[in-house]
T-cell receptor, first 112, second 112 residues
Framework: GEDVEQSLFLSVREGDSSVINCTYTDSSSTYLYWYKQEPGAGLQLLTYIFSNMDMKQDQRLTVLLNKKDKHLSLRIADTQTGDSAIYFCAEKKVDSNYQLIWGAGTKLIIKP | DGGITQSPKYLFRKEGQNVTLSCEQNLNHDAMYWYRQDPGQGLRLIYYSQIVNDFQKGDIAEGYSVSREKKESFPLTVTSAQKNPTAFYLC???????????FGPGTRLTVL
């Protein structure tokens, strides 16, 4: 199975908070990343968290890391139509030459 | 204007032909990467280069080739040996292999 797992879809109402979840398997991971991909475009780095942190906040984005459960989440406050995209979670593993292991991506759908 | 450029944005190829995808960066990054993206899947690493004149195979290198003769350029050739080349190809770079990866806008390759 995949090392990094995400739900494929999330639907939220405009103005609500979105919470995108990700589970990973390797406790030796150093950094965990969230990237955003709009249709037909490349990946845009949103935020990242070092594995010795529990939480990181950056404007509307909050990342929570639960190392015990190997669970990472991205919360987007006050979700807007411009947040509609695919969100990828990725872990950087020390023991695989620092390569990124990617989730399949979660498509965030905004309802008016 | 610093960044990573990929060209062309769309590419069509007949079966049996080789094709080369361009990736250029002016960020003075040492490391560069090529990924393949298929619908509903995470990114898969094709090749990576940690420094000029050096590159390594990723998880799905068969049917692809690369070169890294200049720091700013990392072209990818999709050969006729690649059995299912239709995909979205993403190039990325980072200051060094440990640091955060930044992505270009991608090239969509369609084999007719």
């Amino acid at each position: 199975g995949e090392d990094v797992e995400q739900s494929l879809f999330l639907s939220v109402r405009e103005g609500d908070s979105s919470v995108i979840n990700c589970t990973y398997t390797d406790s030796s991971s150093t950094y965990l990343y969230w990237y955003k991909q709009e249709p037909g475009a490349g990946l845009q780095l949103l935020t990242y968290i070092f594995s010795n942190m529990d939480m990181k906040q950056d404007q509307r984005l909050t990342v929570l890391l639960n190392k015990k459960d190997k669970h990472l989440s991205l919360r987007i406050a006050d979700t807007q139509t411009g947040d509609s995209a695919i969100y990828f979670c990725a872990e950087k593993k020390v023991d695989s030459n620092y390569q990124l292991i990617w989730g399949a991506g979660t498509k965030l759908i905004i309802k008016p | 204007d610093g960044g990573i450029t990929q060209s062309p944005k769309y590419l069509f190829r007949k079966e049996g032909q080789n094709v080369t995808l361009s990736c250029e960066q002016n960020l003075n990054h040492d490391a560069m990467y090529w990924y393949r993206q298929d619908p509903g899947q995470g990114l898969r690493l094709i090749y990576y280069s940690q420094i000029v004149n050096d590159f390594q195979k990723g998880d799905i290198a068969e049917g692809y080739s690369v070169s890294r003769e200049k720091k700013e350029s990392f072209p990818l050739t999709v050969t006729s040996a690649q059995k299912n080349p239709t995909a979205f190809y993403l190039c990325a770079s980072s200051i060094d292999p440990v640091d955060t990866q930044y992505f270009g806008p991608g090239t969509r390759l369609t084999v007719l």
